[in-house]
């Protein structure tokens, strides 16, 4: 047997800082964990949508050779292929079996990334201005207070370096396509995926971002042609958009 690279347990701070968690939401994820890596399971999304965000990300802030950390990585599908362009990474999450699938996974592939269970805000007090890149994608429309996120991401890069978020827009074609059409008519998602009052406008997102001190460079729309099956990038952020920005050097 391979020795394993345990995942970092929480440590009395996190659950300090934890309050900024929605335990069922965690629960959610932990329940379907064991299916991350099933490119057909509740995940076929993320799957699908993670070369395009992958290859954004990198073209804008050259991942190679950077430190990275990604909060809210669950089982770590963007972590490993963040890792596998080159960059050291960094995954962290409150779920205990996604990490748990995560770690395995990166056992098996050889793609080595270090997971913790720890609060973004409270490893933004333990290691501010740390990193080159942040990515926290798809996690902030689960999340009580997604602008305490936005500022412990800004704590944790460095100056001069990227932030990226993903997450969804609220509006009505939003609530059409993110949850009746994914949720009840397409069945992409478990319904109950996505709570439609959480769902955060670019404005608001910008908004949270300018605050913490980071400046917005590039929004971006992801939009799925259901007819071709794809996702594609886009000007239309109406539903899915990732937004990269940059702490002031
Ligand atoms: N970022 C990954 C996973 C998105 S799924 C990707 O895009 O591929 C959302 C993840 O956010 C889940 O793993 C869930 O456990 C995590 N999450 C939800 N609330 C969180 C919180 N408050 N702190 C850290 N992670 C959280």
Redesign the pocket.
């Known amino acids: 047997m391979t020795p394993t690279s345990p995942v970092i347990h929480p440590t009395v701070e996190t659950h300090q800082i ?1 309050r ?3 335990l069922k ?2 629960d ?3 329940e379907m ?1 064991h299916r991350w890596w099933d490119p057909n399971s509740e ?1 076929k999304p ?1 799957h699908e ?2 070369p395009l ?1 992958l290859g954004w990300i990198d073209s804008i802030a050259d991942l190679r050779g950077k430190q990275v950390v ?10 490993e292929s963040m890792a596998r362009a080159g960059a050291t990474v960094r995954g ?4 205990t079996k ?1 990490l748990k699938v995560a770690d395995l996974h990166s056992l098996e592939s050889g793609v080595a990334v270090t997971y913790e269970e720890i ?2 805000e409270a490893l933004a007090a333990r290691m501010p201005a740390s990193f080159d890149v942040v ?5 902030l429309e ?3 207070d997604p602008a305490s ?1 936005v500022r412990a991401c800004a704590t944790l890069v460095r100056p001069g370096g990227h932030v990226f978020f ?1 997450t969804i827009n609220r509006n009505l074609k939003a609530y059409l396509l993110a949850v009746l059409g994914a949720e009840y008519v397409l069945n992409m998602l478990p319904r109950g995926t996505h709570d439609y009052d959480k769902f955060i406008k670019p404005a608001e997102l910008a908004r949270f971002a300018r605050q913490a001190g980071l400046d917005l460079i590039e929004l971006r729309g992801m939009v799925y042609r259901p007819l071709s099956q794809v996702y594609e990038l886009s000007r239309d952020t109406d539903v899915n958009y990732m937004m990269a920005l940059r702490r002031t050097a």
């Open positions: 934890a900024n968690a929605d939401e965690i959610k994820f932990s964990a995940f993320l949508i993670n965000r990604d909060i809210g990585c669950g089982g770590g599908i963007l972590s962290i999450d409150l779920s996604a609060a973004a990515t926290c994608m798809e996690m689960h999340v009580p996120i993903s």
